[in-house]
């Protein structure tokens, strides 16, 4: 009984592998492995926003119980808070620049009620000394600048994804495999030095 030579397996086995290995190192997951980074990026900007939303409640019923007749800018921060939480967030947002825009347009408009409520609260000696105002003056300013971190890396993101479909050989694979994965849309600034994090002084 006569068996085949092994080389001629061994060698095509080889080859097989080269070429996996070949075709592994010219990029061919590149284009889907930077959209999931995409994805988790915007997961974290999701994360920080809500944490700020959450914030927002325990910190205008402590403004309140100093200053209830500041009634006009505690409802403004309350419509501004409802406002950028009603607008529906996840995945699909990325590829909506419009929903994208007016989530960031709602985001914007609840900072600058945040900050008319900070300018507030400075005429009222009794709660900038409150331990419970105190807590939330430092949670908020954390919640800022993780969300200024996590937008910043958002960016980065989809910038390194935007490239990868535009430039060689990333575009090759983007025609051949990838073309449903359209570019990403970003931020944009909406307010000057909106690349530094939010101000919050109590």
């Known amino acids: 009984m006569h068996t ?11 080859a097989l592998l080269m070429l996996a290995f070949l075709i592994t190192g010219c990029g061919i997951n590149n284009i889907p492995t930077y959209d999931e980074k995409v994805k988790a990026a915007w997961s974290q900007v999701e994360n920080q926003y809500q944490r700020r939303a959450d914030l927002i409640p325990n910190l205008v019923e402590t403004v309140k119980g100093f200053a209830s007749q500041e009634k006009e800018t505690l409802t403004a921060v309350i419509e501004a808070r409802s ?23 709602a985001q914007g408009e609840l900072s600058s009620a945040l900050s008319r409520l900070m300018v507030v609260s400075e005429r009222y000696p009794d709660l900038k000394s409150n331990q419970n105002f105190l807590a939330l003056q430092s949670q908020l300013e954390g919640t800022e600048n993780r969300i200024a971190v996590a937008r910043r890396d958002f960016i980065k993101a989809v910038e390194v994804y935007n490239t990868e479909i535009r430039t060689f050989p990333g575009k090759i694979w983007h025609s051949i495999l990838y073309g449903e994965m359209e570019p990403r849309e970003n931020f944009e600034a909406t307010t000057e030095n909106a690349e530094q994090a939010p101000k919050v002084e109590f």
């Open 83 to 105: 406002k950028a939480t009603s607008i529906q967030v996840d995945d699909s947002i990325l590829n909506n620049p419009e929903k994208l825009k007016q989530f960031q347009q």
């Open 4 to 14: 085949l030579p092994t080389y001629p397996r061994l060698r095509t086995l080889t």
